[in-house]
């Protein structure tokens, strides 16, 4: 079983049995409650990966649930995203964590050859900021 490979590794991969086939690296990209600004956005954290939109792409639907997971989740950017026979399917608690998942699974579909597998995956930061922090002194 070969590994799964996201940089940064996130929380949680939980690899299922069976795989999306696709036959282009584009992405149909459809969001709930989403307006067109944010939308943009999230197709270019795919854009970042080479990936395309296109009608015949591999759909992509994002939605940004406040209610999921516990409030910590909320204020880290968290995510949930899952590839199933449908397409990638992406469960943000802010536009923030919707962004991170789209990078995340820009990478699934960017390392891909003619298959993404069925996978569940989990991430929140581990710590309030991103990036480094370096004593200067």
Known sequence: MKQIEIIPCPSSIIKKDGFYTIS?????LSSLGINQKLKEKLANAFLCAGIKESISGIPVNIE????????????????????DKKGINISAFNEKGAFYACISASQLIAKTQGAIPFVEIEDKAAYKWRGFLLDTC
Do not use: M, P, R
């Not at 940004?64 to 590839?83: A, H, N, W």
């Open 64 to 83: 940004i649930k406040t209610s999921l997971g516990d409030e910590e989740s909320q204020k880290t950017e968290g995510y949930e995203l899952s590839v």
């Open 24 to 28: 282009e690296k584009n992405i149909a």
